[in-house]
C-alpha cells in the first residue's frame, strides 16, 4: 500500500486545531483515510482518569471537518481519495493519551497510533497525546537557534587587554584545538573568545537566518567550557562582565532577535562560593551531597571531581537556585540582561540521585520561575537519550533532541568512511536505510507526543558532538542533512560554524574557532544554502506548525509532505543517485528550493538526481 493511503493523524493544526485545550472541554479531532484501504467505522479511544472510553468518529468529505458529516457507516471522499473522519476528544486530564480503533468492511480490526497503523493490540506507549499546559511561545517555536560556544566564537578589541588567568593553557586563534579527554589540557585550552566580539558579527548570523542567540555558559569557571561554575552571581570578566552581557543582550533584542542562556542546575564547579562555603562545614553544606556530616566525599557529574552535583531536595538551595525572582534562574531574565530562557544544562540528572528524584518538581519551579519573570518564555532541557517522561508536562518546554532526530540523520547520511566519533557511545554511528531511519524518526515523534516534539530542537551538531560535515564528510549530503533540519518537525539548532562547514571529530574538536580571518577557507554553497532555508522557514507556515505524512521511503530517499490548512509542501531527500520516483494523487507544485542545481517543477515524479540533493515543491491548490 501507499505510504499517501495510510490512515494518518497528527497533532498539526489540519487534524488536531486545538493544541493547548482547557481542562473539561471537549475538542475536534480529525483522521484521513483512503478508499484504497476502507473503513467503515472508528472511535477515539482515550483515559477518563487512566479507565479507557471510546468515542465513536463520523465520516466527513470536508478537511474542514464543518461540512458533508454523515453517519459513522457511511464514506464520504475528497478529490484525491481521502475520507476525512471527525470526532470529539474529551480532555479530562492535563495530559490525554489517545488512539484511534478502525473497523474495516471485513470486520477486521487496527489501531492507529502516533507510531502508524497496528495490526496488534499495542500498548498505551505510543498514544498521541494532546496537553491542556500552556504551549512554547511562538518565537521558540517559530525560530532558528544559533549556539555560539564564547570561548571560540569571536575575540572584540578588549580581548586582547585581558590577561591570561593563571588556570589558562593559552592559545592562538588558528592553533589546533587541543581534544583528547585523556589530555588534560583539554578543558583549560583558552582563545579568549568573548561576548562583545559576538556582537561585532550579529550581521553574520542575520545572514544565516537565525534569530535566536544561545550561549554556552558566561559564569565564571576555571575552564573554556564554563560548566564548571565559581558563582552565579556575574558574568565572567573574560567575557566582558555583567556589562558586556548586557551590551549582548541589548544588541540582540534591538534587532527583534531572542537570547537563551546555559545553566548548570544539577552542579557547580568544586572552586563555586556555595561548595567552598560547603566544604568548610558552613549552611550550604546541605545543598551538596556529602558523604556523612565529617566526610570530604561528595556526588558529583559522572564521577568528575570538579563538579559537585547539587541537592534540590533542599528548600534552602531551591531559593537561592531555581524559586522566586532573585534566584539565579530569576534576576537573569530581568532587566539590564533580560534574558529570554534556559537551557537546562544535563536536565536528565537534575534532581535524581539513587532513589530520589525531585527532577520533575524541579522542573516545574524552574519554568514557573521563569514564567513569572517573562509571560514568553523557553526553557529547553538537555536530554541525549530519551526525554519522553519528562517533558509532556509543566516542566521543561522541550528537549536538545539528539534521539529523535539527530540519530536518525546521522545514521542515515554517515559516510562510508569518516573519522567522526559517536556521540555517547562506545562505537560509531551506524549507516542505515531510509525504512529504519523512518521507523526511528516516528517512533521518536510518538514517544515524545506532537508538541514536545515541535518544541524541540532539530540538532545536527553541537558542542557535544562531532561536526555534522565530519560525519557525512560529503558537502551535498551535509546540505542535504540541512534541509532535513529545517523541514522536519521542530526547531533548527545551528552550532555556530556548521553553516560553513567547519570541522570535528569529537565534541571538543567540534568547538574550533571561527575563521572569521580565513573567510576563503568557508563552504559558501553551504552557508548561502542555510540562509535560504531559513528565509524559507520563516515565509511557509506548513514547515514551522504543518503535519508530517510520508509520501515515499526506500534506502536512499525520504519523501514527505507537510501540510498546513494555509498550503502544502512537498519535500524530497536523497543520500545517493537515484531514477526518477512517479507519486500517485498528489497535485503539481513549483519549486522553492533545491540544493543539487535541478530546479524542476513537481510533474508527479521526484526527479532523477546524479547526486545527494533535496528540494522542496509548494503544491498547487
Do not use: C
Request: net charge negative; glycine share 10%.
Amino acid at each position: 500500500m501507499s505510504l499517501l493511503h495510510q490512515p494518518h493523524h497528527d497533532g498539526s493544526p489540519l487534524y488536531l486545531p486545538v493544541e493547548d485545550p482547557e481542562l473539561g472541554s471537549t475538542v475536534p479531532v480529525r483522521v484521513r483515510t483512503h478508499g484504497t484501504r476502507p473503513v467503515a467505522r472508528m472511535w477515539v479511544r482515550t483515559t477518563f482518569d487512566a479507565e479507557p472510553t471510546y468515542h465513536e468518529m463520523v465520516s466527513t468529505g470536508s478537511t474542514s471537518g464543518t461540512t458533508g458529516s454523515t453517519s459513522g457507516t457511511t464514506s464520504s471522499t475528497d478529490e484525491h481519495g481521502s475520507t476525512w473522519w471527525e470526532g470529539g476528544l474529551p480532555v479530562r486530564n492535563p495530559v490525554t493519551h489517545y488512539r484511534f480503533l478502525l473497523e474495516h468492511p471485513d470486520g477486521s480490526q487496527t489501531w492507529l497510533t502516533a507510531a502508524g497503523e497496528k495490526a496488534h493490540d499495542p500498548s498505551d506507549t505510543f498514544d498521541f497525546r494532546v496537553v491542556a499546559y500552556p504551549p512554547a511561545p511562538a518565537w521558540a517555536r517559530d525560530g532558528v537557534v544559533y549556539q555560539i560556544f564564547p570561548d571560540r566564537f569571536a575575540r572584540s578589541a578588549q580581548a586582547h587587554e585581558r590577561e591570561t588567568p593563571a588556570w589558562a593553557v593559552p592559545a592562538e586563534w588558528d592553533d589546533t584545538v587541543v581534544f583528547e579527554g585523556t589530555d588534560p589540557r583539554t578543558p583549560l585550552q583558552f582563545y579568549g573568545g568573548d561576548l562583545d566580539g559576538i556582537v561585532d558579527h550579529l550581521d553574520h548570523l542575520d545572514e544565516v537566518g537565525v534569530d535566536i542567540v544561545y550561549t554556552t555558559p558566561v559564569f565564571p569557571g576555571e575552564s573554556n567550557h564554563r560548566y564548571n561554575a565559581s558563582t552565579f552571581d556575574h558574568v565572567d570578566p573574560l567575557l566582558g562582565g555583567d556589562e558586556a552581557y548586557a551590551r549582548l543582550s541589548g544588541a540582540v533584542h534591538e534587532r527583534g532577535w531572542r537570547l537563551l542562556g546555559d545553566l548548570t542546575s544539577n552542579h557547580t564547579g568544586d572552586t563555586h562560593e556555595w561548595f567552598q562555603q560547603a566544604r568548610e562545614g558552613g549552611e550550604t553544606r546541605d545543598w551538596y551531597y556529602f558523604h556523612g556530616a565529617q566526610s570530604d566525599q561528595y556526588e558529583t557529574w559522572m564521577g568528575h571531581h570538579t563538579l559537585p552535583k547539587l541537592n534540590h531536595a533542599n528548600e534552602d538551595l531551591r531559593r537561592v537556585m531555581i524559586e522566586g525572582p532573585d534566584s539565579v534562574v530569576g534576576r537573569w531574565l530581568r532587566p539590564p540582561y533580560d534574558v529570554d530562557g534556559w537551557r537546562i544544562d544535563v536536565a536528565n540528572m537534575t534532581g535524581r540521585l539513587g532513589p530520589i528524584d525531585v527532577n520533575h518538581e524541579t522542573a516545574r519551579i524552574i519554568r514557573t520561575t521563569a514564567a513569572e519573570q517573562r509571560h514568553d518564555t523557553f526553557v529547553v532541557g538537555e536530554h541525549n537519550h530519551d526525554a519522553s517522561g519528562d517533558i509532556d508536562g509543566d516542566g521543561w518546554h522541550g528537549t536538545m533532541n539528539y534521539s529523535g532526530f539527530s540519530w536518525p540523520v546521522w545514521s542515515w547520511l554517515r559516510a562510508e568512511q569518516t573519522d567522526a566519533r559517536a556521540f555517547g557511545r562506545p562505537v560509531q554511528v551506524p549507516r542505515r536505510p531510509g525504512g529504519l531511519v523512518r521507523e526511528s524518526f516516528d517512533e521518536w515523534r510518538a514517544r515524545y507526543g506532537w508538541r514536545a516534539t515541535s518544541q524541540s530542537w532539530n540538532i545536527l551538531s553541537s558542542h557535544d558532538s562531532a561536526r555534522i560535515r565530519t560525519i557525512v564528510v560529503d558537502p551535498a549530503a551535509h546540505r542535504v542533512a540541512a534541509g532535513l533540519q529545517f523541514t522536519l518537525p521542530g526547531v533548527p539548532m545551528l552550532f555556530a560554524g556548521d553553516e560553513i562547514g567547519l570541522e570535528g571529530v569529537n565534541g571538543e574538536d567540534s568547538r574550533r574557532p571561527m575563521p572569521w580571518h580565513r573567510r576563503d577557507a568557508w563552504d559558501q554553497t553551504t552557508l548561502t544554502t542555510y540562509g535560504a532555508l531559513a528565509a524559507l522557514r520563516r515565509a511557509h507556515v506548513a514547515l514551522r506548525r504543518g503535519g508530517l505524512r510520508w509520501a515515499h521511503v526506500d534506502d536512499d530517499t525520504l519523501v514527505y509532505l507537510r501540510e498546513h490548512p494555509e498550503e502544502t509542501l512537498l519535500v524530497a531527500a536523497r543520500r545517493a543517485p537515484g531514477d526518477a520516483i512517479t507519486l500517485d494523487g498528489l497535485p503539481h507544485g513549483h519549486l522553492l528550493l533545491s540544493t543539487s542545481g535541478d530546479e524542476s517543477a513537481y510533474d508527479g515524479r521526484v526527479p532523477a538526481t546524479d547526486r545527494p540533493g533535496l528540494w522542496i515543491w509548494r503544491l498547487d491548490g
